[in-house]
């Protein structure tokens, strides 16, 4: 029992934080001047979303965010993680700001301090301006500029209150499940555009951050957040050794070999040449990309196993950027969340220990981790949840192992404080500490919640 309990015992200093993003959560979709974003459209294209599912009500923070912000509190998190919609800040993605949008993320950040909690804003979590998307979205390099002052803008309005600032969310997810397979808006289906895509975000990240950076006034702190997956090939045959290369070239080198070493992914000519001359590609764009980090925010879900499979099409012209003849399997054994993910705490520490070694890494921060389970509310109106909380507890053993080997973690944020708009799942997945009752809006607070809270306290009081 106080071995298991010295297990879970982290740094004073450690950051415990619960995470958001706008499109996910806010709902008023159509008030105080906000622009559409792409994934207003894409989920209102039938066939994109489970069920027909879309972001227009979500969980209506936008006018619940005190609610919210109490709920936060009362968990003992010192750090909420929420994100930016570029739509209410600039309707069409460029031009002067909408003052009504900005006062919303001043009201909601005032009110975070105001409760003793601190405001960790990403300024793209997926939901671009749709005009933008209509000029070429991330495929052109237009985009980056225009983020990069969209960025500008909204550090000038609230970087005397905010800290932490975070460049993109997941550019993984924007480039290749919005360019390649389609599942995510815009819903394209690309070789070269979600290669090109995969650039410009990191140029829009670097050029965000040296116009943040150019204005600074305090003690801010600027990163990124990627989502990174352990690869293991699925046997010793080297038929899937390479799978397993050519995996984590997309899953991970692709972002953090530029962000994080200074070169191009290696390995990627091998792969993509067929279908691009990554001709999107300036001389000085390494250097621009690879802006000092002060933090590395790592979103933390499944790991990858990975096994040759020959499904690319033989002539590139039908191919994507995601086409890469691998087939994603895992050990038979491993427990699954509702999503069908594999549950592996280990590949955690496995990931963590190789990003260690490969790269000189910033400060780490886990700035989502979590799962969906299949969660009811039960006669006595309570939302049990063993397996979320099982999750977790794993999880942090797992970072702590991560730590005792000298990986430097400095906070766990998890995915995430509400059930809210799961994407291309809609409403059907909830991996949320606080149960949503979609009729109605009620916010139940699930028993992860509280054993969330009561390990946070346990940290305390030492
Ligand atoms: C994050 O993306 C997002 O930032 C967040 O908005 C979202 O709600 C949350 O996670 C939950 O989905 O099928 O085994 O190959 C997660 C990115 C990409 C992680 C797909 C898991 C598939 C694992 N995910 N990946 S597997």
Redesign the pocket.
Same mark, same amino acid.
């Given at each position: 029992m106080s071995a298991e309990k010295d297990l879970r015992r982290f740094p004073a200093d450690f950051r415990w934080g619960v995470s958001t &993003?706008s499109y996910?959560i806010e709902g008023a979709v159509d008030e105080d001047g906000r622009g559409r974003s792409i994934w207003d459209v894409f989920s209102h294209t039938p066939g994109t979303i489970a069920r027909g599912d879309n972001g227009d009500v979500a969980c209506d923070h936008y006018h619940r965010f005190r609610e919210d912000i109490a709920l936060t509190r009362d968990l003992g998190v010192g750090a909420y993680r929420f994100s930016v919609a570029w739509p209410r800040i600039q309707p069409e993605g460029r031009g002067p700001v909408e003052r009504r949008g900005i006062d919303f993320y001043q009201r909601l950040v005032d009110e975070l301090l105001d409760e003793g909690v601190e405001p960790w804003p990403t300024l793209y979590?997926w939901d671009l301006p749709q005009a933008l998307e209509e000029r070429g979205g991330w495929r052109v390099r237009d985009t980056a500029e225009r983020f990069a002052e969209y960025a500008a803008l909204v550090h000038d309005a609230l970087g005397d209150r905010v800290t932490w600032w975070t460049t993109l !969310? =997941?550019p993984y997810?924007v480039a290749f499940?919005g360019h390649a397979t389609g599942e995510h808006a815009p819903g394209a289906r690309e070789g070269h555009g979600a290669l090109a895509a995969a650039h410009h975000l990191m140029v829009g990240h670097g050029l965000a951050v040296r116009a943040m950076r150019a204005q600074q006034r305090g003690e801010e702190k600027f990163g990124i957040t990627l !989502?990174l997956s352990d690869v293991t090939p699925a046997s010793e045959d080297p038929a899937d050794l390479s799978a397993a290369e050519r995996l984590d070239l997309l899953q991970n080198r692709v972002f953090t070999d530029p962000l994080l070493g200074g070169t191009w992914p290696k390995g990627e000519p091998e792969v993509w040449s067929q279908i691009s001359d990554f001709g999107f590609r300036d001389a000085d764009d390494l250097a621009l990309i690879r802006q000092p980090l002060d933090f590395l925010g790592v #979103?933390v879900?499944?790991p &990858?196993y990975a096994k040759y499979a020959p499904t690319a099409d033989p002539d590139p012209a039908f191919r994507t950027a995601a086409d890469i003849d691998v087939e994603?399997v &895992?050990p038979a054994e491993l427990p699954r969340t509702a999503?069908?993910?594999?549950v592996e705490p280990a590949a955690m520490t496995r990931l963590l220990r190789r990003l260690d070694e490969d790269y000189a890494l910033p400060p780490v921060y886990i700035t =989502?981790n979590g799962a969906a389970y299949r969660d009811v509310v039960d006669a006595t109106g309570s939302v049990p949840d063993p397996e979320r909380i099982e999750f977790v507890d794993a999880h942090l053993g797992a970072l702590q192992a991560a730590m005792a080997e000298g990986v430097d973690v400095r906070g766990y944020f998890c %995915?995430?404080l509400l059930d #809210?708009f =799961? %994407?291309a799942y809609g409403y059907a997945k909830r991996?949320g500490l606080v149960y949503v009752d979609y009729d109605d809006l009620r916010r139940i607070p699930k028993s992860s919640y509280y054993w969330y809270r009561d390990m946070i306290r346990a940290q305390r009081a030492g």
């Open positions: &993003a996910q979590h !969310n =997941e997810c499940l !989502n #979103n879900y499944a &990858a994603r &895992a999503m069908g993910w594999p =989502e %995915w995430s #809210n =799961e %994407w991996f």
